[in-house]
């Protein structure tokens, strides 16, 4: 069942009555960072102008979306500008973990056409509008209780996929499954995960002589399996605290790792509260837990097994805004009886409209790297460098990206045309 709840005050009547009517159309941009399909909500929506400048709007329309227990959450928030400022509303769509994309898109197309009413009514366009009522539709709170709910709120998936391609010399091939059970309440959230995948790389180098014969192949195998299976547990203490803990059983080829289990106990704190996470979030979190290896060679600490003790110092921060959004994620953990042995990793990323038609982008992530303890003892061959088979050693790891882009021209939006 879609759910549509109003967060926000709509307008009242005596702020309509001291708002002039407006003589032209309602000016709308539509700034959404997921789940909206533009082409949909243009041709649905087309009593109002769409424009393709923030500054030229007289509604900017900014959805942002977040994970909301067995579906997803769509924030709407309609900020008024020019004959509009000062006015606004909030609006949020709630779609099922069953909902189809077409039905997902058509919620939200519907929230942002019922948010815009109280701005185009302002307008010429108001004497032109129609209010309609679905009768089958009953009066009420149209959200299911968790006592009506005979799967208390669990959401299962189920995927499983592979991939093949290759040529006279060179295959590969990709095969995966995934398993998932989620539950999530105001006061519990439950992850548990199980995955697979296995991937077989073979590539043949061959020699030719003067004539174009073969004078030598060789046949190079890059075969990685991974498979994991993963529980995580969030207790709600607070509108600003949580705490959690999370369980892992794993195996990974590329690491060096036959068997891995890993078990945390964490605290997070969020400066901003939990509600306003769609708009902009901060958290801080520390972590505390146990890691157990099973190596499948020696390690180059002369190691077959072992249990380390680690500790875990999270932040991030994320804010999506008209001008823009940024992100930011920093985190260090460390072993506990040896703090030598520590990875540290920033990364972020913005994107900003410095003016009209004209945004940039950047993004960027480094690692400090001095704990792999997993690397395993001896000398890796030509073969394991080029395909990747094992992680090598290494200090750091980073990543760079930057771009910007300019648009100008017309300031309207309204035409969809599909062909071609």
């Known amino acids: 069942m879609l759910a549509l709840c109003v967060l926000g005050a709509a307008p009242s009547l005596a702020d309509a009555q001291a708002k002039p009517q407006s003589k032209t159309p309602l000016a709308v941009y539509l700034d959404c960072r997921s789940g909206c399909d533009g082409d949909l909500i243009r041709t649905e929506i087309s009593w109002v102008n769409w424009v393709r400048y923030r500054l ?7 959805v942002t979306s977040q994970g909301a227990g067995a579906g ?10 020019r004959a509009f400022a000062g006015r606004g509303d909030t609006l949020t769509y709630v779609s099922n973990a069953t909902s ?3 039905e997902r898109r058509r919620g939200v197309l519907n ?7 109280p701005f185009a009514a302002h307008t010429p366009v108001s004497t032109s509008l129609r209010i309609s009522t679905d009768k089958t539709v009953k009066a009420t709170n149209g959200q299911t209780t968790r006592a009506a709910d005979k799967w208390d709120a669990w959401v299962f998936s189920v995927s499983l996929g592979g991939s093949t391609s290759g040529e006279e010399y060179y295959r590969s091939r990709n095969v995966y499954s995934r398993f998932s059970a989620r539950r999530v309440t105001e006061a519990w959230k439950t992850e548990a995960d199980l995955s697979h995948s296995y991937r077989d790389n073979r590539a043949t180098a061959i020699e030719y002589d003067s004539l174009g014969t073969i004078t030598s ?3 190079y195998t890059s075969l990685q399996r991974d498979w994991s299976a993963d529980l995580l547990q969030v207790k709600s203490i607070t509108g600003h605290l949580s705490v959690g803990g999370f369980f892992e059983v794993a195996s990974q080829t590329f690491r060096n790792q036959d068997l891995r289990v890993e078990g945390l106990a964490a605290v997070e704190y969020s400066v901003l509260q939990y509600a306003e996470a769609t708009r902009r979030k901060l958290l801080v979190r520390y972590g505390v837990g146990y890691t157990n290896y099973q190596y499948a060679d020696t390690t180059i600490f002369n190691k077959i097994r072992e249990s380390v003790p680690r500790q875990r110092t999270e932040i991030e921060y994320r804010t999506n805004q008209p001008w823009g959004g940024a992100n930011f994620y920093g985190e260090h953990v460390s072993v506990l009886t040896d703090p030598s042995k520590r990875s540290t990793q920033v990364s972020g990323n913005f994107n900003v409209r410095v003016f009209r038609g004209f945004s940039i982008n950047a993004g960027a992530r480094y690692e400090w790297i001095h704990d792999q303890l997993y690397l395993p003892r001896g000398e890796q061959t030509a073969a394991d460098v080029l395909l990747r088979r094992r992680a090598l050693l290494t200090g750091y790891e980073y990543s760079m990206s930057v771009g910007v882009s300019y648009t100008f021209g017309s300031i309207y939006n309204n035409v ?5």
């Open 72 to 81: 997803q959450e769509f924030t709407i928030a309609l900020l008024g500008a």
């Open 100 to 102: 189809t994309n077409d």
């Open 56 to 62: 030229e709007s007289d509604v900017h329309v900014l």
């Open 416 to 420: 969809v045309n599909p062909r071609f």
């Open 217 to 219: 192949q060789e046949t």
């Open 111 to 117: 929230t942002i056409a019922m948010g815009l009413v």
